[in-house]
Structures are given as structure tokens and as C-alpha cells.
């Protein structure tokens, strides 16, 4: 029942946020204007608040504070309130350097200083990847290389270097995946409800065993479906820039958390990491820069081939459940066959985008 209650309680204050802050953002002119010009990614039709993931955001730690005061079920084994602490702040981060964003459009270089300090912040609270498991049976340790900063009362602070950088590298990576997916009404909210969701079963299991993880992701699950209620299609509030990054962060801390389970991130992820990856190494092999907005990714060459929006996310979101879904049952070895059963399928995926892109151009011309 503590699970149910967290899950309802996050969704109800969801709803309640995401009216509030909607008002907030036509008031402070936090809009998505629509856009006609060729090419733009900007397809609706009417303005939409940029405030969604203030929302998500607030609905999900305050639910947080009242497990934390009514009960002990959060910080009642391995969590430490130091790492409740340097999450919150990670995603304030995140939030306010969104915000100044949608206000003032900064520029990429100083985009990604938010994503970098909200990083570094949870690493130095204590979550970092110490170790994964190898495919082909031994397991991986980054944490053998230590670097001490200074000793205060003979207890030495240092940094794990190898750890502490894949850590860094992998919560940019899946946050900037979720960045570069929020193009369609909806998507990364719902990609990122099912990956919590897959997190949550994955930490009830006998081999993690750790509902302080369930309870965090069941939690996040619920701030998602509360403002989905706004954001499917057509729209009423979106992510936002703190809102897009946040998602991304949150799967990478609670994949962290639910003993380093990259691979199963990595499923849930799969479709838009291989997607963000064509994408930026194309805009890189253009020469233009690699955070460039465009319509190149996958979710928009859907809606040329003639999916609908609807369509669109449902398959995109289908493709993440399966995989993600599938991941509670491989072992490491499996999921990388997985992996790259992913990989073919994208690759098919693609194809079959294109044609079906230059049948419908054909089809136009002729009528």
C-alpha cells in the first residue's frame, strides 16, 4: 500500500502543480511559440507553457518529504538522506538552468553547465557506478583507482577517478537523450514513466532487493502520469528545458541506485540513444554543431512518413516497454544480445522510415 499511496499522492499533486505552473508560465511569458518556417521542430499550432518539468519536479519531492516524515520506508535502509539531498539539488539544478533557458534561449556552451554541475553534485553525495557486470561473466571495477582530496578527523575524501567519470559520462548521456527525444507530445514523459516503472519491479526483485529504489521510481512514475494528463497531444504545457533534462537524469540516478543497472537503462533507452547518436555524428559530419536543433531524429521522420502524433509516441513508447520490460528476465549476456537485436531493429527502422518517406512525397506529387 505504501507504494499505491506514493504513487497517487505524486500523481494528484502533478495535476494540481501543472495547472498552477501553467498559469505561471503565460504570466511570465514561458511559452513555446508556434513557428511556420520550414524545417522547425515547433509543430503545434498554439502557444504552450514551458513549465511541465517544474511541475514533475516539485510533485516528485514533495511526495518525497512526506514519505520521509510519515513514515520510514525511504530512508529506512541503504538511502541516506545525503543522497535525498544531492538528488534534490541535482534536479534544482536542472530546473532553474531550464527556466533561464526558456526565458533567455541561452546558448549550448552555456547550456550544458547546469547538466554538468547537477552531475557532479550527485556524484560527490556518494552515487557513482562502482562496478558493472561483464557480459561474459566477470565483473568490471572502476573503483580501484583513488585519488585523495584531503583527511578531516582521519577520514580521507577522495575521488574514485574511473567511477566517478563513467558515472559523470553516463547521467549527461541519458539526460541529453531524453533532451534531444522531447519533440513530440508526451514522449519523454511517457518513455520515462515506463523505464521508472521497469526500475520499480527491478528493485522489488530477489536480486536487488531494495524498495527504498521502488519507492523513489514508483514516486517519479506518478509525478510523470499526473502531467501527462496535460501533455498528450495536443499539448497543454511541456517539458521544458529542466524538464527534458530531468527526466534523463532521474533514470540514470535511479538505474544507479538499483546496483549500477546500465544495461537495463541502456534497453529502456536504446531506440533514442541510437537515434541521438545518427544525429549528432551527422550534424557533426555537416559540419554544424552537434546541438543544433533539427527534424532529423527519429520521432520526426515518423510523422513525415505519415505516422500520426499519437502513433508516433505509442510506438516509439512500445518499442522502450518491450525492451525494457524483456530486461527483467536477461541476464547480462542476454541483455546484451538484446542490445544489439536493438541495434538491428533501429537499423531496419530506419530503412523502412525512409521509404515509407519517399512513398508519401511520391504520392503527393502526383496528386
Request: charged content about 15%; some cysteine.
Amino acid at each position: 500500500m505504501i507504494y499505491l499511496g506514493a504513487f497517487c499522492l505524486s500523481a494528484g499533486l502533478a495535476i494540481f502543480i501543472t495547472l498552477l505552473v501553467k498559469k505561471i508560465a503565460f504570466r511570465y511569458n514561458l511559452l513555446d511559440q508556434p513557428r511556420t518556417d520550414e524545417g522547425s521542430r515547433h509543430i503545434h499550432k498554439t502557444p504552450a507553457a514551458l513549465m511541465g518539468g517544474v511541475a514533475i519536479f516539485m510533485a516528485f519531492f514533495l511526495t518525497v518529504l512526506v514519505e520521509i516524515f510519515w513514515s520510514d520506508s525511504l530512508l529506512g535502509g541503504f538511502l541516506l538522506p545525503k543522497h535525498l539531498g544531492v538528488i534534490f539539488l541535482g534536479g534544482l539544478v536542472l530546473i532553474i538552468g531550464g527556466v533561464l533557458d526558456d526565458k533567455y534561449n541561452l546558448k549550448p556552451s552555456r547550456q550544458i553547465i547546469f547538466p554538468i554541475i547537477s552531475a557532479l553534485i550527485v556524484i560527490a553525495g556518494g552515487i557513482g557506478i562502482a562496478y558493472i557486470n561483464n557480459p561474459f561473466g566477470s565483473t568490471l571495477y572502476f573503483d580501484q583507482l583513488k585519488l585523495t582530496l584531503f583527511s578531516y578527523q582521519g577520514v580521507p575524501y577522495q575521488i574514485m577517478v574511473l567511477a566517478d567519470l563513467f558515472a559523470l559520462i553516463w547521467i549527461l548521456g541519458s539526460s541529453y537523450t531524453t533532451k534531444f527525444l522531447d519533440g513530440l507530445d508526451g514522449l519523454v514523459a511517457s518513455i520515462t514513466a515506463v523505464g521508472s516503472f521497469v526500475i520499480f519491479i527491478l528493485a522489488l526483485s530477489t536480486s536487488v532487493a531494495q524498495p527504498e529504489t521502488a519507492l523513489l521510481a514508483i514516486t517519479l512514475v506518478g509525478a510523470l502520469v499526473g502531467y501527462l494528463v496535460f501533455a498528450w497531444h495536443p499539448a497543454k504545457i511541456f517539458l521544458g528545458e529542466g524538464g527534458s533534462l530531468f527526466c534523463g537524469f532521474m533514470l540514470a540516478v535511479l538505474a544507479i541506485l538499483a546496483g549500477s543497472k546500465v544495461a537495463t537503462a541502456l534497453l529502456i533507452l536504446g531506440v533514442p540513444i541510437l537515434d541521438v547518436i545518427w544525429v549528432v555524428l551527422r550534424r557533426i559530419w555537416k559540419k554544424k554543431s552537434p546541438f543544433l536543433a533539427d527534424r532529423q531524429h527519429l520521432h520526426f521522420r515518423l510523422l513525415d512518413a505519415g505516422f500520426s502524433y499519437q502513433q508516433a509516441v505509442l510506438f516509439l513508447v512500445a518499442i522502450s516497454a518491450i525492451f525494457g520490460f524483456a530486461s527483467l528476465f536477461l541476464q547480462s549476456k542476454e541483455k546484451l544480445i538484446a542490445l544489439l537485436i536493438l541495434l538491428g531493429i533501429m537499423v531496419i527502422l530506419a530503412l523502412v522510415v525512409v521509404y515509407l518517406y519517399q512513398q508519401k512525397k511520391r504520392l503527393d506529387k502526383e496528386r
